[in-house]
């Protein structure tokens, strides 16, 4: 097998950036080094174990995205709406995780020190050609420390996780996430929740579309702060949510 790392993104504008003791790895994770790229600390080094289980996304979609990578990729191709470097700039210096990168297009722009998360071998197997460290794992158990990321960059992957599962993947990312650390999530607008989504050009994937309210509740009930989500229009038809959050910082007594 060559390295391990997933996901998906799209189109759409960047504006809800401006606006405003160690944890024991899971063992279902596997970290694999990028070409000339010093592996980050905060990195587990557990071996990764076939047979393993699926927590939080659904194995269907997984399953395709492990059949169809290169398709997938080339029809995506290189990331070119700079949110990815307008996420950087608002983070600064410290370690950012890109959660569903699948095959890395949002990896330069994010620039060192970066960590490529998937659960999808295939995908992880184009991702290696950024560059860039990568870990296989389960988004809902993500093998980092306590505190240990900056910033957690979200483009498209919660969406392929039923509701209740999104919430606890949110919980786990928040306790990665130092205090104040940023979190940038997209996902579809819209009730719809189901694998026959209307237009999806891989049919059979799972996908959860939110509400404005609804994604602003999880997000605070998971221990976010300074929420912001906006309504994005999507270039071919339909609409996302940007939503741009602060892990919570410690009150001063």
Known sequence: MCGQVLTEASDGPKSCLGLSSRRRAHRRSSPTRGRGKRRPSGLPRPRWREGWILRGMDQATVALYERHAPEWSRRRGTATDGLGRLFRERVGTGLVVDMGCGSGRYLPELGAPVVGADVTAAMLCLARAQ???????????????????????????????????????LLDVRRALRPGGLLLITLIEGHYQGHDLPGDDFPGRLFSCWTKEELTAVLADAGFEDIHVEHVERRYGGADLHAAAHSRRARRE
């Open 131 to 169: 560059g860039f460290p990568l870990v296989r794992c389960d988004i809902e158990a993500l093998p980092f420390a306590d505190g240990v990321l900056a910033g957690a960059f979200a483009r498209h992957s919660y969406l392929h996780l039923v509701k209740d599962r999104a919430a606890r993947a």
